[in-house]
């Protein structure tokens, strides 16, 4: 069984720092593409951040202030968010899609998620 562990979540006001950690229970070439995405109460699970074979991908939202990247040679990815606003608090949650050794689709799969809330 597959599993995502996170970690880093937390209470900051706004201005402050997060830095989200998440560790992945495969070997890192099983890996094609892992992420973050996020929930605020009443509002649908969006795309954050996103890391496939060393190109990133982040939501318009969060450019400039948030930084995605993986540990070398690890399964494990970071999520760096500095100049936090209120309206980043959600619960964050990581996301691994993951292949075989020829490159196919096997599974998609994600972790409990970490609230992150941030003061104003």
């Known amino acids: 069984q597959v599993q995502l562990v996170e970690s880093g979540g937390g209470l900051v006001q706004a201005g402050g720092s997060l830095r989200l950690s998440c560790a992945a229970s495969v070997s890192i070439i099983s890996i094609k593409t892992m992420g973050w995405y996020r929930q605020a109460p009443g509002k649908q699970r969006g795309l954050v951040a996103s890391i496939s074979s060393g190109s990133t991908n982040y939501a318009d939202s969060v450019k400039g202030r948030f930084t995605i990247s993986r540990g070398n040679a690890t399964s494990v990815v970071y999520l760096q968010m500095n100049s936090l606003k209120p309206e980043d608090t959600a619960v964050y949650s990581c996301?691994?899609?993951?292949?075989?050794?020829?490159?196919?689709?096997?599974?998609?799969?994600w972790g409990q998620g970490t609230q992150v809330t941030v003061s104003s």
């Open positions: 996301n691994a899609e993951l292949v075989d050794p020829f490159g196919q689709y096997t599974g998609n799969y």
